[in-house]
């Protein structure tokens, strides 16, 4: 539960609790067949890792899926903790994660209409994407609801992806050319804070974690994150290792962008309202003032650089697009149904081992 009856300070406590005091970095709590078949794999040389036989129809709602995949991708990242890294590249490995992923990328297939726009057209196309969106705004409820918890609770949920923000849309860099690769470079430059460790947006955001007393080590609240929240960040993972969608990576970085500026603004405001400094604000003020140029450089030269070169991915831009639209509105909707109820969002029970104080049995 969001545990109402505790103050903002004693909960602040709570949280800072979970910090020097916490255990070795382990493997997340297993959800489910495909996390104990994995997770058996990846710490017993002896037990091997068949294809999954049975996947479920919604993968996007699938806590066990979604953390299985997860931790598949993980490998090309930082890895995981106490596996060998050979298990990278394991073909048992590879084939486990590819069921999981194509059950995954079918249903966004089967959910995305494919648009077949001209690529001449596909820039309006992207903005007529921002102006359609009609489901609720998660930045807006927050505005006008949101309370220290919502703000710690929302942060655990994006350091899934923002501790390692912008490195999977990176994959994209190799694959591209000219004026495509020229702009990508651009935005994702500002991305790393051109350089300066402190200024990349993942070291922001970090700062922002600090900001709210929660524990801004990478991966640390993997065991809080449902299914639809591991989506989000599964899906850019997924385009970024696979080069055939690479124009859906670079409509999911337009869209990503050009969808940024207005939720970014609201955030800030609101955060601020709530107290926290200027400092745990600075990932969201970045984002505004970059995003402004971003958003153009995406929409002009990044989309229309890669479809002026390769003019048959028009279509694969727009899915990456409505994906991220796709998944983006199942996570506001994942949230707003908890927050609503009085209920945290944070996935239970494997949460209390990285937040302790979290009560058993009130909700998710
Ligand atoms: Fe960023
Ligand atoms: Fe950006």
Request: glycine share 8%; proline share 7%; net charge negative.
């Amino acid at each position: 539960m969001l545990a109402p009856s505790l103050s903002p300070a004693s909960r602040m406590g709570h949280f800072r609790s979970a910090g020097p005091s916490r255990p070795a970095p382990a493997l997340p709590a297993v959800r489910g067949p495909l996390t104990y078949q994995l997770f058996g794999a990846l710490t017993d040389r002896g037990r091997p890792l068949a294809v999954p036989a049975d996947v479920s129809s919604d993968p996007l709602a699938d806590d066990d899926l979604q953390l299985a995949l997860y931790c598949c991708y993980e490998l090309h990242y930082r890895g995981l903790p106490g596996v060998e890294e050979g298990w990278e590249w394991e073909p048992s490995l590879i084939a486990f994660c590819r069921t999981l992923e194509a059950a995954f990328e079918s249903q966004l297939r089967a959910a995305i209409p494919r648009s077949q726009v001209l690529p001449a057209d596909a820039g309006e196309a992207l903005w007529s994407l921002t102006r359609n969106d009609e489901g609720p705004s998660l930045s807006g409820w927050l505005r006008d609801n949101g309370t220290l918890a919502h703000a710690r609770e929302l942060a655990i949920h994006r350091s899934g992806y923002q501790l390692k923000e912008a490195d999977p849309h990176s994959w994209a860099i190799p694959r591209l050319g000219g004026r495509a690769k020229a702009a990508l470079i651009s935005i994702q430059s500002d991305e790393y804070g051109n350089g300066r460790e402190k200024e990349m947006h993942a070291s922001l955001f970090a700062q922002t974690m600090d900001a709210l007393n929660l524990n801004s080590h990478y991966g640390h609240y993997l065991d809080c994150l449902p299914a639809p929240t591991l989506a989000t960040t599964n899906l850019i993972t997924m385009l970024g290792l696979h080069r055939r969608l690479r124009g859906a990576l670079v409509g999911h970085l337009a869209l990503f962008e050009m969808t940024s500026v207005g939720p970014m603004s609201r955030y800030s405001d609101w955060l601020e309202s709530l107290g926290v400094p200027a400092a745990g604000r600075a990932f969201y003020d970045v984002h505004v003032e970059a995003d402004v140029v971003h958003q153009h450089i995406a929409v002009d030269d990044l989309v229309g650089g890669l479809l002026q070169a390769e003019p048959a991915l028009a279509d694969d831009v727009m899915f990456g697009a409505q994906a991220l639209s796709l998944v983006e509105s199942r996570f506001t909707e994942s949230l707003l149904t908890c927050w609503q109820n009085q209920r945290t969002s944070l996935l239970q029970p494997t949460c209390e081992r990285a937040i302790p104080y979290l009560v058993a049995g009130g909700g998710r």
